[in-house]
């Protein structure tokens, strides 16, 4: 059973403050205590994102984002009665508490269900032109560009692997060679790695239709031009526990307009706004879907996930977003490869 002194929070803690615990406690989990100990409630990950995408700050107060009616074991039940409970509602922990209602620790199912290796599949896009990055990319497909003193492609296999997914399919087409004799099967790196080699364009989505066995579970799907420190276990957590059919990771994109906007009605001014700041999301090219979606991609057509979104939007099919807070960038130009090279030191 985890000790949970460093995994407490109160009532007036900061969103902010339960990040640093979640984060840093790698248990995926908060505890929300009053000055007794009695728990009051917990915050996981996928709580912090849903009020972040609500509008809330890191600076906000916690109260709106607890969850307040978790699933609980006194310390009096049996590892298999746990089990049990937790296999039923499919969650990672169970925190422990005593007679008196008072939180004293914290079951980690996964440590006794879960193998250290997930055979999730994780598809890779790595057959783009790199067009943006000439004359960096004429001799060499983007995903191979050196950032820090490795490839992207190899910084992101790596960040899967960490967390346990080795199963890795890599869609090439440009310069396909240079990334299947640099990988190869991917042993020397830990992992297993396949490829499907795109004969024609075929987008982000449409790639998938040439997969030569279909995904039986939730899969990850990737850009090859993206350097990040997400943790796709909480991705993969999120996916489930909203029962969703396709997760798009979405970054928030501000954009500040260099003007005063004047707001009309016929000819009155009804107001104006000095250079007012917008906030948008917008999608960070990486995905969980589960294997139902392949059926609404056709096969050997052009196909990017923004349309297959809006196809499973327009079917009322659960597609829903997983906000990252985490590094992200997107090295599509070449001021972004530049300052991929700058910060990759201090982020990775």
Not at 59 to 70: A, F, L
Not at 313 to 329: D, G, M, Q, T, V
Not at 334 to 346: G, L, R, S, V
Request: glycine fraction near 6%; proline fraction near 4%.
């Amino acid at each position: 059973m985890k000790n949970i002194d460093s995994l407490k929070l109160n009532i007036n803690s900061t969103i902010k403050e339960a990040l640093a615990i979640i984060d840093q406690g790698a248990l995926q989990i908060a505890l929300v205590v009053d000055e007794h100990g009695t728990l009051l409630g917990t915050i996981t990950d996928g709580d912090i994102r849903r009020g972040l995408l609500k509008g809330l700050e890191l600076d906000s107060s916690i109260e709106t984002i607890i969850y307040k009616t978790p699933t609980i074991a006194t310390i009096s039940d049996t590892k298999e009665e746990i089990l049990k409970v937790a296999l039923l509602k499919k969650l990672h922990q169970i925190p422990i508490v005593n007679a008196e209602g008072k939180v004293v620790g914290l079951k980690e199912i996964e440590e006794l269900i879960k193998p250290k290796t997930k055979t999730n599949k994780v598809v890779l896009m790595v057959g783009g032109l790199g067009t943006r990055l000439r004359p960096l990319t004429e001799n060499v497909p983007k995903p191979m560009l050196k950032v820090g003193d490795k490839p992207i492609l190899e910084t992101i296999v790596e960040k899967f692997a960490e967390y346990g997914y080795i199963n890795i399919i890599m869609c090439v087409n440009y310069k396909s060679h240079i990334i299947q004799d640099y990988f190869g099967d991917g042993k020397k790196f830990g992992v297993n790695i396949e490829y499907v080699l795109e004969e024609q364009r075929m987008g982000t989505a449409g790639a998938l239709s040439l997969l030569k066995e279909k995904p039986t579970e939730p899969f990850f799907v990737m850009n090859g031009d993206l350097l990040t420190n997400v943790n796709f276990e909480h991705l993969h957590d999120y996916h489930l526990s909203n029962n969703a059919l396709a997760t798009m990771c979405v970054r928030e994109y501000d954009f500040q307009v260099p003007y005063g906007v004047v707001n009309i009605e016929e000819s009155k001014i009804l107001s104006i706004a000095e250079k007012p700041v917008h906030k948008f999301f917008v999608s960070a090219g990486i995905y969980m879907l589960s294997s139902e979606v392949l059926e609404y991609i056709p096969k050997n057509e052009f196909f990017d996930m923004p349309t297959l979104f809006e196809t499973l939007i327009s079917k009322n099919k659960n597609a829903i977003s997983f906000p990252l807070r985490e590094y992200w960038l997107d090295i599509g130009r070449i001021e972004e490869y530049k300052k991929a090279n700058e910060e990759y030191n201090e982020v990775f």
